[in-house]
């Protein structure tokens, strides 16, 4: 298993011999304005240029999109990925939305596991910030809300739950609780809306996390990229926990 990652939330996985891209934003920096309601919306973004060439980023045999977020997915992506690649999705939303623009291979990911090339991916679900509160206030920006997490599962690797944007809940206790993952990457740069709710892991939930699964490797990504970021990588370094990675932009780990 490789785990490359790229910019923000962007990774090359490959797993079991198949090359994932995951939400691809692959635009140049500072080509999109910060998030009206979030903290730092004058920042533009992305803060930080894209390491290596679009196509090099595009060069995948399928790609992952937890959600259409603007900073998992832009034009730049929609241009430069091959229309006919493996798509997987988390929604029929989701997937009206990549096919609008001329995607001919999309696929939802199933609860209950989608089987490619001799591994399976499963389903897992999120909070995208306290659903209770960020639902609503996701209603009144125009963005939807849900995202998911992603578990990768092949008898000849480890298991690695890819969490997504996702806050430290229930949902996500659940899902360790249930695949026992071996590498768990985590969003964590604690990106936050003006009234203070962070939508993404920030660093006392990467801790309660790691405590709560002291047995998984965890890898920091989604970091120093975003306008509304409120921990960076530095922060993260400080908690010292043994077992967590936080790999800069362009770097590879292998299991």
Known sequence: MQIHQIRNATLHITYAGVKFLIDPWLGPKEYMPGFEGAYNSQVRQPRT??????????????????????????????????????????????KEIIEALGFTQVEILSTQGTVLNGLTLYKTPTQHGRR??????????????????????????????????????????????????????????????????????????????????????????????????TVTRQDLQQLNLPHLLIPADNEVLTF
């Open 49 to 94: 240029p894209l390491p290596l060439s679009i196509e090099e980023a595009a060069r995948a045999d399928a790609v992952i999109l937890t959600h259409v977020h603007p900073d998992h997915w832009d034009q730049y992506a929609a241009d430069a990925l091959d229309k006919n690649i493996r798509f997987f999705v988390q929604s029929d939303t989701d």
């Open 132 to 229: 209770e509160i960020v639902q609503p206030a996701c209603l009144v920006m125009g963005m939807p809300y849900d995202a998911i997490g992603v578990v990768f599962k092949a008898e000849q690797e480890k298991t690695l739950y890819l969490a997504g944007d996702t806050i430290w809940c229930q949902e996500v206790r659940q899902s360790i609780e249930k695949y026992r993952p071996d590498i768990i990457i985590i969003n964590a740069c604690g990106a936050r809306l003006l009234n203070n709710e962070r939508l993404i892991m920030d660093a006392q939930d990467v801790q309660a996390l790691a405590d709560f699964a002291p047995q998984s490797t965890l890898i920091a990504s989604h970091m120093d990229t975003v306008s509304h970021l």
